[in-house]
């Protein structure tokens, strides 16, 4: 392995963890995907610390929960001054660089308060989330809803496909036989290829502008953590073809849910599942066109990948970079009566995460499963210490997973695993009758029961361990009041452990140890507090004058 330590950092949009064959799919096979599993390690319990794409999003960015870095939904802006993995990664030297999707929305009035110009180099710099732009896309571009167009679009017109919104009419929509246009918004259509041949399509652009800066950082010579963020297989659920059609409604399994979740349910889960999306999901006719437009989306992200892993192959990059695999959450795709991602069942909640270590020192580790219990949170300071650096612990929330690379047998002494999910902008809020303060719901999870706290309304309780589907509701059973007390014993631990003091390292208060062990270090400032005359205090100064020396010896 070179001295250059880059990293790929690939993360999809709303792909379940179940959704790959090397996590035990048997109808839709990922080679490539799988491929990378056998050459690095596989995490099967892997959660986000949201099941909404910005929050997640920017957990995964700052290494820090939801609570800690305000973030809450996705159109609440990431604060000016939170730290993030383009601040942490500044330190050991490596340019951290996106290639599609954040959700990160910027502070701007944060930024005009402090005097920070958008246009400035700082400016756009805390615009993009610590980010270095090559080529952002979030990926939802509705015709007439954005200000600004995503470079994707201009492509698109470059390459004859003209329209007001290329994205919409072409790469998110279907022909019909008469000509008309049939929108890829709507779910009738999930079985139509797209408009735009696949080679021109959202997924293959990304794919080639990874390419594309690759080759240009070879001119640049700095090593880099490169954010490739596809935008699939999130909605609009339509794939060009030949993908649109290589599943059908025989591929699609049976969804998870029963009759019994919706009596006595409880009423935040109850809510969601009158949504418009949650309704339509649960009707199978729905799920059969929908499911293998999904799977089709997935298959080509892998048929993507190996053209890309093939190119790191020829540059010879695969030898010094790390390669992540990952997803911001899941999809309920009818499961548990549900649409979209929230709530905090397995289906949103865990994630796949593939981790491939190129150092020799990983190769004891190659090809195996860890079921340690890790978060999004901790790939901050894994990025932060494989690439050379000491990780701020003052700041991160999350741990490296480096020990785990290395060694499958290493201590790992996390016990729970947590979410988060603000429902104050969901139409549940109203229905429920709860202010915009009252809407937070958390999960705990100890890899057996799963707990979700939701602010004033009973707990919501899971024993995966008896019931893996989690299908049945243990919140209010007077049997396992036992448990509901230890993990919100848990929660309640996790409320106190949040890393607030991020300007001030745990490192200097370490530096100030052996003259507080000894002595006073208010006198190194000149203040004295409580001393009788001047023979104590300069007493203490010559304690404190022979402690520092013998600290630099």
């Known amino acids: 392995m070179t001295t250059q330590r880059n990293i790929l950092w690939i993360m999809c949009d709303q792909l379940r963890f179940d959704y790959l064959s090397c996590y035990g799919h048997d109808r839709l096979h990922t ?115 954005r200000k600004k167009e995503p470079a994707y679009n201009a492509y698109l017109r470059h390459a004859g496909f003209q329209a007001e919104n290329p994205w919409e009419f072409w790469a998110n929509s279907a022909e019909g036989a008469d000509g008309t246009n049939q929108s890829g918004w709507l779910l009738t259509h ?101 499911i293998p437009a999904y799977m089709g989306l997935i298959k080509q992200i892998d048929d993507q990948l190996g053209q890309l892993f093939a190119f790191m192959d020829e540059r010879g990059l695969t030898d010094n970079t790390m390669i992540v695999f990952t997803s911001d959450h899941g999809d309920y795709l009818g499961d548990h009566w549900m649409g979209e991602k929230y709530m905090f069942y397995q289906q949103a909640a865990k994630v796949p995460l593939i981790v491939v270590d190129p150092s020799s020192e990983a190769d004891a580790t190659r090809g195996t499963v860890s079921d340690a219990l890790v978060e999004m949170i901790d790939l901050a300071p894994t990025f932060v210490e494989y690439t050379g650096g000491t990780p701020a612990m003052h700041i991160l929330e999350g741990r490296s997973l480096m020990p785990l690379l290395r060694d499958s047998t290493a201590d790992w002494t996390r016990t729970h695993v947590f979410s988060e999910l603000d429902y104050s902008n969901l139409p549940a809020r109203l229905k429920l009758g709860r202010d915009v303060q009252e809407c937070c719901a958390t999960m705990v999870f100890d890899g057996r029961f799963k707990m979700i706290e939701v602010q004033g309304m009973r707990p919501i309780l899971f024993d995966l361990g008896t ?26 631990q996790w409320h106190r452990d949040t890393r607030q003091r991020i300007t001030k390292s745990d490192a200097a208060y370490r530096a100030m140890d052996p003259v507080l062990r000894e002595s006073d270090p208010d006198l190194l400032a000149g203040v004295i507090i409580g001393y009788w005359d001047e023979e104590e205090v300069e007493a203490e100064r010559r304690k404190i004058a022979r402690i520092l020396s013998q600290g630099n010896d």
């Not at 989690?470 to 919100?488: I, K, Y």
Request: net charge negative.
């Open 31 to 145: 080679p490539s995907i799988d491929r990378l599993a056998a050459r690095g390690v596989r995490f099967n319990n892997a959660y986000v610390q949201a099941t909404v794409c910005g929050p997640s999003r920017m957990s995964a960015y700052t290494g820090r929960y939801m609570r800690s870095h305000g973030s809450t939904q996705n159109a609440v802006p990431l604060r000016v001054g939170e730290p993030t993995l383009g601040d942490h990664l500044a330190e050991t030297g490596t340019r951290c660089v996106l290639i599609g999707k954040t959700h990160m929305r910027p502070d701007l009035e944060g930024m005009k308060r402090l005097g920070i110009d958008p246009a400035s180099e700082i400016g756009a710099r805390v615009a993009e989330g610590g980010f270095e732009a090559f080529d952002r896309d979030d990926g939802v571009h509705p015709t007439g809803y």
């Open 190 to 290: 999930a079985d139509k290829p797209a408009r735009v041949p696949e080679e021109h399509s959202e997924t293959a652009y990304m794919t080639n502008r990874a390419m594309a800066f690759m080759e240009a950082a070879e001119a640049d010579g700095r090593p880099w953590c490169a954010h490739l963020s596809y935008i699939k297989p999130h909605w609009p659920y339509i794939v060009p073809a030949p993908y649109h059609d290589m599943y059908g409604p025989e591929d699609v399994k049976p969804a998870v849910r029963s009759e019994a979740e919706l009596e006595n349910a409880h009423p935040l889960f109850k809510a969601i599942t009158e949504e418009v999306y949650s309704r339509n999901f649960s009707r199978d006719e729905v799920r059969e066109k929908v």
């Open 467 to 492: 019931d893996p589907d989690e299908l049945t509701d243990l919140g209010d059973d007077p049997a396992q009041e036992d448990v509901r007390m230890r993990l919100q014993s848990a929660l309640d």
